[in-house]
């Protein structure tokens, strides 16, 4: 999965059973512990300004 995501300030987080700051982020995420099924993401955005995100999700 990579993530996208800039920021002016503030933070943007993305939660998948754990927290992962994703603020100015652009990067493959480790998804070798999540077991194969329904993932449900969630994205908190802490006083974030002019953001940009975008998430890409590719079988393997």
């Known amino acids: 999965m990579r993530v996208r995501c800039s920021s002016d300030e503030g933070k943007v987080l993305l939660q998948i059973q754990k927290e992962i700051d994703i603020t100015n982020t652009d990067d493959l995420l480790d998804m ?22 975008e998430l890409e999700w590719r079988e393997a």
Do not use: Q, Y
């Open 32 to 53: 070798t512990d999540f077991l194969p099924g329904r993932i449900t993401f969630t994205m908190v955005n802490e006083n974030g300004r002019n953001v940009d995100f």
